[in-house]
Antibody, heavy 121, light 107 residues
Framework: EVQLLESGGGLVQPGGSLRLSCAAS????????LTWVRQAPGEGLEWVSG????????YYADSVKGRFTISRDNSKNTLLLQMNSLRADDTAVYYC??????????????WGPGTLVTVSS | EVVLTQSPDFQSVTPKEKVTITCRAS??????LHWYQQKPDQSPKLLIK???QSISGVPSRFSGSGSGTDFTLTINSLEAEDAAAYYC?????????FGPGTKVDIK
C-alpha cells in the first residue's frame, strides 16, 4: 500500500525557516517523481515544487522560487522541502503527492494527509 | 502559465440529480486535464485522469469529457457522499495549475 506522511509543519515567524519531510512507503521511491502542493486556509490548491524520479530535475512555482528548496533522500525514502524567508502568504497545509506511474509527475494519485504551516508573528 | 477557470463556483443539488462542472483552459492543453474531489478536512482524491480516463475504485457515476480548452466533469445521480469541492488540474505545461474549485452542496 502506497503511503505518504508529511511532518515538520508548525508556527514560524515571518522571515523564518522550516523544513518539511514526506516519508514514503509501499513503492520504489527512487523511480517516482514527487511533488509538493499547498492549500491556504479556505482556498484552492497550488502546485509548489516537484522533483523528478531520476535525473535530479527540480521545478518551482514562481511564488516560492529562490526561497524554497526541494530535495530527496532515496536511501531514507524521504522527500524534503526547505522553506526560507517565509511570508504570511505561505501559510497553508502542505501536501506531498505522487503521480500515477513512474516517470510522470501527474496526475496525483496518492496524497499525504498534509502538514500545516502557519507564518505569523 | 495556463489559467483554469471553473463554473459554477457553487452548486446546491438534490440527491439523484445530475451535476455538470466545467473547466476552461486559457490555452489548448490537449487532454492533460485531471479532476479531483476534496471533502472537508481530507486530502484531494483523483477522480478522472487525462480528461476522460476512469480511475480504479472511483464510482462509475463520475465521468469526464473534453479536449483542447473545454472540459466537463459529470456526476450522474448525485449521492449525499458526493458533497465536496471539485478541482480541475492541468499537466500540459509548467507551472502545473489548478482551477479555483467548485463546491457541491446537497440540498
Amino acid at each position: 500500500e502506497v503511503q505518504l506522511l508529511e511532518s515538520g509543519g508548525g508556527l514560524v515567524q515571518p522571515g523564518g525557516s522550516l523544513r518539511l519531510s514526506c516519508a514514503a512507503s509501499g513503492f520504489t521511491f527512487s523511480t517516482y517523481a514527487l511533488t509538493w502542493v499547498r492549500q491556504a486556509p479556505g482556498e484552492g490548491l497550488e502546485w509548489v515544487s516537484g522533483f523528478s524520479g531520476s535525473g535530479g530535475k527540480t521545478y518551482y512555482a514562481d511564488s516560492v522560487k529562490g526561497r524554497f528548496t526541494i530535495s530527496r533522500d532515496n536511501s531514507k525514502n524521504t522527500l524534503l522541502l526547505q522553506m526560507n524567508s517565509l511570508r504570511a502568504d505561505d501559510t497553508a497545509v502542505y501536501y506531498c503527492a505522487r503521480g500515477v506511474d513512474s516517470g510522470s509527475y501527474t496526475p496525483f494519485e496518492y496524497w499525504g494527509p498534509g502538514t500545516l504551516v502557519t507564518v505569523s508573528s | 502559465e495556463v489559467v483554469l477557470t471553473q463554473s459554477p463556483d457553487f452548486q446546491s443539488v438534490t440527491p439523484k440529480e445530475k451535476v455538470t462542472i466545467t473547466c476552461r483552459a486559457s490555452q489548448s492543453i490537449g487532454s492533460s486535464l485531471h479532476w479531483y474531489q476534496q471533502k472537508p478536512d481530507q486530502s484531494p482524491k483523483l477522480l478522472i485522469k487525462f480528461a476522460s480516463q476512469s480511475i480504479s475504485g472511483v464510482p462509475s457515476r463520475f465521468s469526464g469529457s473534453g479536449s483542447g480548452t473545454d472540459f466537463t466533469l459529470t456526476i450522474n445521480s448525485l449521492e449525499a457522499e458526493d458533497a465536496a469541492a471539485y478541482y480541475c488540474h492541468q499537466s500540459s505545461s509548467l507551472p502545473f495549475t489548478f482551477g479555483p474549485g467548485t463546491k457541491v452542496d446537497i440540498k
